[in-house]
């Protein structure tokens, strides 16, 4: 008799793992052609909802270097910035079905705007108790290249990745609870970069987060 085996489901998200431990990060250049590209980084400049947000941090009024917007079904607050609901914008609609298969049933996402090397997002994690534990972060680049650091949080260790345009990172397992991840300043000229982190919605709003 032969005994016949079921070949294992293709990972979705297979791809080489960029932290040695502790997560899964996963980096998918090219993810959109670049012509696709470089008309979803016009659509995304031109039609989200950008604002300059003025963060809390201990009474006082600091703007972030960065400027926002929220899409989602909830509102979102971290380091005293809170943004109200907001229906996902068309662009972004056609940006999450493209993501489906690595990235299934996404509902929010926040979108940065680098102007340049002067911006960024400072050490974090996307640790909110909204996206539950281990969640799943799509992150879609486009526009000039920013290097994405990520540290752990209990050793020395460090990890970067250059985000190139059109690029898909994805972030799961413990990723959020044992790294942290940021978009540091640089000196060197860059140009305007916009990334969108898509997060799905698991759990109520809870704590909020600093970034
Ligand atoms: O711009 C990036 O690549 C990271 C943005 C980020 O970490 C965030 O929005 O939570
Ligand atoms: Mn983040």
């Avoid at 470089?38 to 003025?54: I, K, T, Y």
């Avoid at 209990?154 to 609870?177: C, D, F, K, N």
């Avoid at 044992?178 to 799905?200: D, M, S």
Wanted: hydrophobic share 40%; aromatic share 8%.
């Amino acid at each position: 008799m032969t005994r016949r085996t079921t070949p294992a489901a293709p990972d979705p998200a297979a791809g080489e793992n960029l932290v040695p431990r502790d997560g899964r990060v996963t980096y998918h250049p090219g993810f959109f052609a670049p012509r696709r590209a470089d008309e979803l980084f016009a659509r995304c400049h031109d039609e989200l909802a950008w604002g300059q947000e003025v963060a809390r941090f201990f009474g006082r009024a600091v703007p972030l270097p960065r400027r926002t917007a929220w899409y989602g079904p909830i509102s979102y607050a971290y380091s005293g910035v809170v943004h109200p609901p907001r229906a996902m914008a068309p662009v972004l609609v056609e940006i999450r079905d493209a993501i489906e298969a690595l990235a299934p049933k996404m509902d929010c996402v926040l979108a940065n705007h680098y102007r340049n090397g002067r911006d960024s997002v400072s050490w974090h994690a996307d640790d909110e108790a909204e996206w539950g534990s281990d969640p799943v972060i799509a992150s879609v680049s486009f526009g000039a290249t920013r290097r994405f650091s990520l540290r752990h949080r209990e050793a020395a260790e460090r990890v970067s990745v250059e985000l190139e345009h059109g690029s898909l990172l994805i972030m799961a397992g413990p990723t959020q609870r044992c790294w942290q991840h940021a978009i540091l300043k640089t000196n060197r000229e860059v140009g305007a970069r916009i990334n969108l982190t898509f997060r799905r919605l698991v759990a109520v709003p809870g704590k909020q987060g600093v970034r």
